[in-house]
Protein backbone atom coordinates (compact mmCIF):
# COMPACT_ATOMS: atom_id res chain seq x y z
CA UNK A 1 0.00 0.00 0.00
CA UNK A 2 2.91 2.46 0.90
CA UNK A 3 4.68 1.41 -2.29
CA UNK A 4 1.81 2.54 -4.27
CA UNK A 5 0.85 5.64 -2.89
CA UNK A 6 4.75 6.23 -3.28
CA UNK A 7 4.77 5.79 -6.68
CA UNK A 8 0.95 7.86 -7.27
CA UNK A 9 2.77 10.76 -5.46
CA UNK A 10 6.12 10.24 -8.09
CA UNK A 11 3.62 10.39 -11.36
CA UNK A 12 2.24 13.57 -9.14
CA UNK A 13 5.46 15.26 -9.09
CA UNK A 14 5.98 15.78 -12.85
CA UNK A 15 6.78 18.66 -14.39
CA UNK A 16 3.94 21.14 -16.08
CA UNK A 17 6.19 21.09 -19.50
CA UNK A 18 6.18 16.71 -19.82
CA UNK A 19 2.91 16.64 -21.16
CA UNK A 20 4.22 19.08 -24.06
CA UNK A 21 7.01 16.93 -24.83
CA UNK A 22 9.42 18.94 -23.12
CA UNK A 23 8.85 22.62 -24.60
CA UNK A 24 7.67 24.69 -21.71
CA UNK A 25 4.98 27.69 -21.77
CA UNK A 26 2.05 28.19 -23.69
CA UNK A 27 1.00 26.37 -26.97
CA UNK A 28 0.56 29.42 -29.68
CA UNK A 29 0.40 27.59 -33.22
CA UNK A 30 0.08 24.61 -34.53
CA UNK A 31 2.10 24.41 -38.11
CA UNK A 32 -0.18 20.55 -39.54
CA UNK A 33 1.17 19.57 -42.86
CA UNK A 34 0.26 15.83 -44.27
CA UNK A 35 2.42 13.63 -41.77
CA UNK A 36 2.65 15.29 -38.90
CA UNK A 37 2.77 19.00 -37.36
CA UNK A 38 4.89 21.85 -36.08
CA UNK A 39 3.86 22.72 -32.28
CA UNK A 40 5.37 26.39 -30.85
CA UNK A 41 5.61 27.08 -27.56
CA UNK A 42 6.19 30.63 -25.83
CA UNK A 43 6.74 32.01 -22.34
CA UNK A 44 8.06 35.56 -21.87
CA UNK A 45 11.72 35.17 -23.02
CA UNK A 46 11.73 32.15 -24.81
CA UNK A 47 10.32 30.52 -28.50
CA UNK A 48 10.27 26.93 -28.51
CA UNK A 49 9.43 24.20 -31.03
CA UNK A 50 8.77 20.82 -31.79
CA UNK A 51 7.60 18.57 -34.84
CA UNK A 52 5.37 15.23 -34.02
CA UNK A 53 4.27 12.55 -36.20
CA UNK A 54 0.79 11.87 -37.23
CA UNK A 55 1.29 8.20 -37.04
CA UNK A 56 3.92 7.53 -34.20
CA UNK A 57 5.55 4.40 -34.33
CA UNK A 58 7.42 3.94 -37.37
CA UNK A 59 10.88 4.72 -36.98
CA UNK A 60 11.86 7.73 -39.57
CA UNK A 61 13.61 10.44 -40.47
CA UNK A 62 11.86 14.29 -38.53
CA UNK A 63 13.51 17.61 -38.10
CA UNK A 64 12.47 21.03 -36.33
CA UNK A 65 14.62 23.85 -36.47
CA UNK A 66 13.53 27.34 -35.20
CA UNK A 67 15.56 30.73 -35.53
CA UNK A 68 14.70 34.06 -34.07
CA UNK A 69 15.19 37.15 -36.68
CA UNK A 70 18.91 38.33 -36.30
CA UNK A 71 19.69 34.74 -34.77
CA UNK A 72 20.98 31.43 -36.10
CA UNK A 73 18.80 28.27 -36.31
CA UNK A 74 18.46 26.07 -33.82
CA UNK A 75 17.84 21.85 -35.23
CA UNK A 76 16.86 19.01 -34.40
CA UNK A 77 16.75 16.25 -36.95
CA UNK A 78 17.33 12.23 -37.11
CA UNK A 79 15.43 8.88 -37.32
CA UNK A 80 12.69 9.07 -34.38
CA UNK A 81 9.18 7.28 -33.75
CA UNK A 82 7.12 10.11 -32.14
CA UNK A 83 8.64 13.58 -32.55
CA UNK A 84 12.13 15.84 -33.21
CA UNK A 85 12.73 18.34 -30.33
CA UNK A 86 12.18 20.38 -28.71
CA UNK A 87 14.42 23.38 -29.47
CA UNK A 88 14.41 26.66 -28.50
CA UNK A 89 15.52 30.11 -28.58
CA UNK A 90 15.49 33.81 -26.58
CA UNK A 91 12.66 34.99 -28.12
CA UNK A 92 12.01 38.63 -26.07
CA UNK A 93 10.28 40.94 -28.93
CA UNK A 94 11.89 38.97 -31.66
CA UNK A 95 9.65 37.57 -34.37
CA UNK A 96 11.10 33.40 -34.86
CA UNK A 97 10.77 31.30 -38.12
CA UNK A 98 10.02 27.55 -37.56
CA UNK A 99 10.65 24.43 -39.70
CA UNK A 100 9.26 20.73 -39.64
CA UNK A 101 9.51 18.07 -41.59
CA UNK A 102 8.21 13.95 -41.09
CA UNK A 103 9.26 11.57 -44.22
CA UNK A 104 8.35 13.44 -47.50
CA UNK A 105 5.81 15.97 -45.79
CA UNK A 106 7.23 18.82 -44.03
CA UNK A 107 6.27 22.84 -43.24
CA UNK A 108 7.69 26.37 -42.91
CA UNK A 109 5.82 29.22 -41.16
CA UNK A 110 7.30 32.11 -42.37
CA UNK A 111 7.76 34.64 -39.67
CA UNK A 112 5.91 34.69 -36.46
CA UNK A 113 5.03 35.85 -32.80
CA UNK A 114 6.15 39.01 -34.01
Same mark, same amino acid.
Given at each position: ?? %? !? %????????????? @???????? #???????? #???????? *??????????????????????? !??????????????????? @????????? #?????? *????? @????? #???? %??
Amino acid at each position: MT %L !S %LGAAGLLAAQPAY @AASGGCAG #SLVRTLPF #STGEVRVY *KTRDRACAMTVARTPGQRREMSV !SIQPRGGFPVRDAGRFTRY @AGPVSVHAI #SRCVYV *KGSVG @AGSVD #SGWI %LC
